[in-house]
Each structure stands twice: as structure tokens, then as C-alpha cells.
């Protein structure tokens, strides 16, 4: 019986990739407009070669990258890169198709929902409230709450001591292989691979159920709860 579904946020239920290339996108041809000397899509690639090297979140990547560049921070780029990214990001952070159909029809389930992610407090909360789900989860568990990113047990532990449901109660529902799924089998959850967010090409995730869609998870758990009742 499946009591309770967590889920990863970026990549499973919003697209995060889109909205990062948009807004990078927007923030270099701002930073260009501004003064700085260097093709397009150069600075696009240095960008992202330090989000891969040091996190996709870091706050700070545009002062590296002008540092690392021209060996100082002209804060007329940075602001217009800044101002330009956030403009940006506002209007590409959108849910992947039937998101809140599904989180709808979990809950009328009886499904209990919480969120684990890797990234800080604030920015799961943004995006959470930004994408109008703040109705659905029951608890947030982020890597402020244990210092530890998955597939590390300790944030599949914090959500279900929260959510008081067993492990084997429980379904992951995540796009990296490597850390959503890894992890909470581990842990001795259930999982489900949101192979639509997949950036990695993996092959093969081993999860216990790879989705198409988002909604292809309410089918899945309502086949386990009518075997199980």
C-alpha cells in the first residue's frame, strides 16, 4: 500500500533546464547590451561550464565568471545580467503538462504528498509558491534541513520521520537516477523515474517504474492500493 508520495521538484515536476538556458540566455545578451565584450554564445558556455563544475544553484556565478574573464566585476554588466536573468526566469518557470492534474488526483486519493531536493530552503520554497503547489505538500525537506544531498539516506529519512509513513509505504518520484533513485531504494522506498526530465541520457534508471507523464504515476499507485487493499 502506498501511503505517501515524495517527489523531487526540478526536472520531475517543473522544467528546470528550460528555465535555467532561458534565463542565462536573457542574462548574457542583457550583459552584452550593457558593455560586455564577448560573443553570445562564448559566455553562455563559460557560464554553464561553472554551474556544472560548482551546482546549478549557485547564487554568485556571474561575478565568477566576470572575475575568471577580466579579472574584476564591472557591476554595470552584473546588474544588467542580474536584472535580465530574473526577468527572465519569472516567465520560464513553468510545471510540466498534467502536474497538478495528477498531485490533484493523488489527493483525492487519500496519497499523502512531501518534497525532498537538494537545493536551498529559500529556492525550493520560491518555486514551490511560484508554481502554485504550496496546497499539496505536507512537508519540504530541503538540503538546508540535513547538510546532506541524496542519494545520502538522510533527507529520504527526514521526509518520512516527518510524514510518520514506513519506508516501504513510500514512492519516490524523481528525474536523477543517480541520486532520487539510487538513493531511495536504498532506503527501501519505492521508485518512480520521471524519464521526461531526464538530462543525463541515462539508459537504464532502476526504478521500480519509469513515467512518461507525470499523470502515468496515479495509475501506478491506484494498481498497487487495489492489490493491497
Known sequence: MIKAVILDIDNTLMDFMRMKRAAVDAAVDA???AGLAMPKKEMVEKIFKIYWAEGIEDQNIFDKVLVKEFG???????????LGYKRA???????YPHVKMALTALLKMGVRMGVVSDAPRLSVWMRIVGLGLHHYFE???????????KP??????????????????????????ERDIKGAKAFGMKTAWAKYGNEFDTPVSGADYELDDIY??????????????
Request: hydrophobic share 40%; net charge negative; no cysteine.
Open 72 to 82: 574584476k566585476v564591472d557591476y554595470k554588466i552584473l546588474a544588467a545580467g542580474i
Open 152 to 177: 545520502s539516506p538522510k533527507p529520504f529519512k527526514k521526509i518520512l520521520e516527518l510524514m510518520g509513513t514506513e519506508p516501504g509505504s513510500a514512492i519516490m518520484v524523481g528525474d536523477w537516477a
Open 139 to 149: 512537508h519540504v525537506v530541503t538540503f538546508d534541513d540535513t547538510g546532506e544531498k
Open 216 to 229: 502515468d504515476l496515479v495509475g501506478i499507485i491506484r494498481g498497487i492500493n487495489e492489490k493491497t487493499h
Open 89 to 95: 526566469k519569472e516567465g520560464h518557470m513553468t510545471l
Open 31 to 33: 550583459m552584452i547590451d
